[in-house]
């Protein structure tokens, strides 16, 4: 009989209650052999997505990387994706500033709550701006958390991708108005759809790169001088339209963290292939060249007692 059998895979679910009645979808994955003492990983996905995004059905995806490696994996949604669950009145009514200021906040606390090891977040694309936005408001925060790792996150304004970003954005927040919410299921721009509040702010920001929430009483873009948490911040060098490595090193360069790093992501640093926005996560190559980058990081950033 082999005494190098694989550690079982073991997953279950919670929820994590937060402004409004809703309930955040989390999945915590780990291994039997994982120690109570392990890195532990709060995944969070970007706009139109949710957990499946890191952590698939069947027990793939990105984070099933972390997992096979020693980390436990807290897999989330935001609310009104996913398996979050809804109030009574169902209705799209939040925008970017609730992410900001509730769904982050309560799944990093509730995850420190459950998890006794060294705790970092992983979030792509929005939600990555949204978690600095959130750290940088909440100092409390940071004090959970021994780093923060963004991909595909970039500063959101017009300095690249031409007219079909400004027609993109400003079409999806016209459709997002007429219908109280952006269509991206039928759109075919990802499996959930996002309210009217959140792709009004987008179109907002883009014109002088701004960050502030929807009354503009409150200027993000500030905040993110206040984030002192270790960073990494990796875009693909391919990604142009959504985070481009030049709105990236912008973001980067205005955290208050004194250690940060910001990898473009593509053959001039040793990879195959020019990633990205999203093969710079999910998918083969991404696994065998850019999770190993990441998980090293955070080995150094919180080393193993």
Same mark, same amino acid.
């Given at each position: 009989?082999? #005494?190098?059998? !694989?550690?079982?895979?073991?997953?279950?679910? /919670?929820?994590?209650?937060?402004?409004?009645?809703?309930? +955040?979808?989390?999945?915590?994955?780990?291994?039997?052999?994982?120690?109570?003492?392990?890195?532990?990983?709060?995944?969070?996905?970007?706009?139109?997505?949710?957990?499946?995004?890191? +952590?698939?059905?069947? @027990?793939?995806?990105?984070?099933?990387?972390?997992?096979?490696?020693?980390?436990?994996?807290?897999?989330?949604?935001?609310?009104?994706?996913?398996?979050?669950?809804?109030?009574?009145?169902?209705?799209?009514?939040?925008?970017?500033?609730?992410?900001?200021?509730?769904?982050?906040?309560?799944?990093?606390?509730?995850?420190?709550?459950?998890? #006794?090891?060294?705790?970092?977040?992983?979030?792509?694309?929005?939600?990555?701006?949204?978690?600095?936005?959130?750290?940088?408001?909440?100092?409390? /925060?940071?004090? *959970?958390? *021994?780093?923060?790792?963004?991909? *595909? *996150?970039?500063?959101?304004?017009?300095?690249?991708?031409?007219?079909?970003?400004?027609?993109?954005?400003?079409?999806?927040?016209?459709?997002?108005?007429?219908?109280?919410?952006?269509?991206?299921?039928? $759109?075919?721009? @990802?499996?959930?759809?996002?309210?009217?509040?959140?792709?009004?702010?987008?179109?907002?920001?883009?014109? #002088?790169?701004?960050?502030? =929430?929807?009354?503009?009483?409150?200027?993000?873009?500030?905040?993110?001088?206040?984030?002192?948490?270790?960073?990494?911040?990796?875009?693909?060098?391919?990604?142009?339209?959504?985070?481009?490595? =030049?709105?990236?090193?912008? /973001?980067?360069?205005?955290?208050? =963290?004194?250690? !940060?790093?910001?990898?473009? $992501?593509?053959?001039?640093?040793? /990879? =195959?292939?020019?990633?990205?926005?999203?093969?710079?996560?999910?998918?083969?190559?991404?696994?065998?060249?850019?999770?190993?980058?990441?998980?090293?990081?955070?080995?150094?950033?919180?080393?193993?007692?």
């Amino acid at each position: 009989m082999s #005494t190098n059998a !694989k550690p079982e895979f073991a997953s279950q679910e /919670l929820w994590v209650p937060t402004s409004q009645e809703h309930a +955040l979808h989390v999945v915590e994955a780990r291994t039997s052999a994982t120690p109570p003492s392990a890195p532990g990983i709060l995944f969070v996905p970007g706009l139109f997505s949710d957990g499946r995004f890191f +952590l698939g059905g069947q @027990g793939d995806g990105p984070a099933r990387y972390f997992v096979d490696e020693g980390c436990v994996a807290y897999v989330a949604s935001l609310r009104g994706h996913g398996k979050s669950r809804w109030p009574a009145k169902r209705a799209y009514d939040w925008s970017f500033d609730t992410y900001v200021r509730h769904d982050l906040p309560d799944l990093v606390r509730a995850v420190r709550a459950r998890h #006794t090891g060294p705790l970092f977040l992983l979030a792509h694309s929005m939600a990555g701006y949204a978690a600095l936005a959130a750290l940088g408001m909440d100092l409390s /925060l940071q004090a *959970s958390l *021994s780093g923060v790792c963004t991909l *595909s *996150s970039a500063v959101n304004d017009y300095s690249d991708g031409g007219l079909k970003k400004r027609f993109q954005l400003g079409f999806s927040s016209a459709v997002a108005g007429v219908l109280g919410r952006f269509p991206a299921k039928a $759109l075919k721009q @990802g499996p959930w759809d996002e309210p009217a509040g959140v792709m009004r702010q987008f179109t907002d920001w883009a014109p #002088t790169g701004a960050f502030r =929430s929807a009354d503009g009483a409150t200027d993000y873009w500030s905040a993110l001088g206040q984030v002192t948490l270790p960073v990494f911040a990796g875009v693909g060098a391919a990604d142009v339209f959504h985070a481009s490595p =030049s709105r990236a090193q912008k /973001l980067v360069a205005h955290l208050g =963290s004194a250690r !940060k790093e910001l990898a473009v $992501l593509g053959r001039a640093q040793g /990879l =195959s292939w020019e990633a990205g926005h999203f093969d710079v996560v999910r998918g083969e190559r991404a696994r065998a060249e850019v999770l190993p980058r990441v998980l090293a990081w955070m080995r150094q950033t919180a080393p193993a007692h």
